[in-house]
C-alpha cells in the first residue's frame, strides 16, 4: 500500500513543527547588532520593504501581508506540511529581497543565515526550489516531473513543476491549463511515442481526449460527452490529472 507523504516524513523521524519552530525563531527573534540595537530578520526587511520590487503597490510589509494573507503563528493551531512550506517561501522571497536591494550579503550577523536554514528544511522534507520571474516556490521533488521539464519548451517547463505544488491541490483549472499545454506540444509526436509503446500512446491520448481538457466532455448536448466523466467528483477527475 502507498503511504502518504506524512507518513514517509514520519519514518524518516522528521518532525515538520520543530523546523518550523526553528525557522520561525531565526526569522523573528531580535539580534542585539554592533551598535546596539536589537533587529530581528522581519524588522529589517520592513523597514526596506518600500523598495522591494514584487511589493506591487503594497505601501509595507503590514499592508502586504494583509494584501495576500501572509500571517504566520508562533504555535499554529492547524499545522500540516503546506504551512511549513508556506513559510519557507514567504521567508525565503522576503529575505532575498532584502539583500538584493541592499546589497546585504554577509552584512548584520549575516542574513543568510535564514536562507541556507530554509534549503536545508527543504531538502530534508523532500521538496526542491523551483522560481518564476524572479520568484522563489518550494515543490515536491518529482524524478518525472524533473525528467519532462529538461525536454519540454520553456514555457511548458515551469508548469510541470509547479504543478506538485501544494497550492495547485484541488486546482483543476490550472492543472488542465498544464495538462493541455503537454498534449498540444505531444500531438505532432504520435509517431514516435507509437513507435516507443503503441499502448502507451494511444492510453494516454484517450485520457487527454476523454476527460474534459481538449474537449468539452461534461456537456450532455455536446458530441463529445462522457457521461462517466461527468458523473466523476472533482476528487475523482483531480486523481486523473494527476496520473496523467
Known amino acids: 500500500m502507498r503511504r502518504n507523504f506524512a ?17 520561525y525563531a531565526i526569522f523573528y527573534d531580535k539580534y542585539l547588532t554592533d551598535n546596539g540595537s536589537n533587529f530581528s530578520i522581519y524588522d529589517l526587511i520592513e523597514a526596506s ?3 522591494f520590487w514584487f511589493r506591487g503597490t503594497c505601501v509595507s510589509l503590514e499592508d502586504f501581508n494583509e494584501t495576500y494573507d501572509f500571517f504566520f503563528e508562533e504555535q499554529p493551531q492547524n499545522f500540516n ?3 511549513l512550506v508556506s513559510f519557507c517561501e514567504y521567508v525565503y522571497n522576503l529575505t532575498m529581497g532584502y ?4 546589497n ?3 552584512s548584520f550577523f549575516n542574513v543568510q543565515k535564514i536562507l541556507e536554514q530554509v534549503s536545508r528544511v527543504i531538502d ?8 518564476e520571474e524572479g520568484l522563489i516556490i518550494f515543490v515536491e521533488k518529482n524524478q518525472a516531473a524533473i525528467s519532462v521539464a529538461e525536454i519540454v519548451p520553456k514555457e511548458i517547463s515551469y508548469k510541470m513543476i509547479s504543478y506538485n505544488h501544494h497550492t495547485y491541490r484541488g486546482d483543476l483549472e490550472n492543472k488542465r491549463e498544464t495538462l493541455v499545454k503537454l498534449a498540444y506540444y505531444l500531438e505532432p509526436k504520435e509517431s514516435v511515442l507509437s513507435g516507443m509503446d503503441n499502448q502507451f500512446k494511444n492510453d494516454l491520448f484517450y485520457l487527454f481526449n476523454n476527460l474534459g481538457l481538449r474537449h468539452n466532455n461534461l456537456d450532455s448536448e455536446g458530441k463529445k460527452y462522457k457521461e462517466f466523466v461527468a458523473k466523476m467528483s472533482r476528487e475523482e477527475l483531480e486523481h486523473w490529472y494527476d496520473e496523467m
Open 7 to 23: 507518513a514517509v516524513l514520519k519514518d524518516a523521524k522528521i518532525n515538520i513543527k520543530d523546523e518550523y519552530s526553528r525557522l
Open 49 to 51: 520593504f518600500s523598495s
Open 81 to 83: 506540511i503546506d504551512y
Open 99 to 102: 539583500m538584493n536591494c541592499n
Open 104 to 106: 546585504a550579503y554577509g
Open 124 to 131: 530534508k522534507i523532500g521538496y526542491m526550489q523551483s522560481s
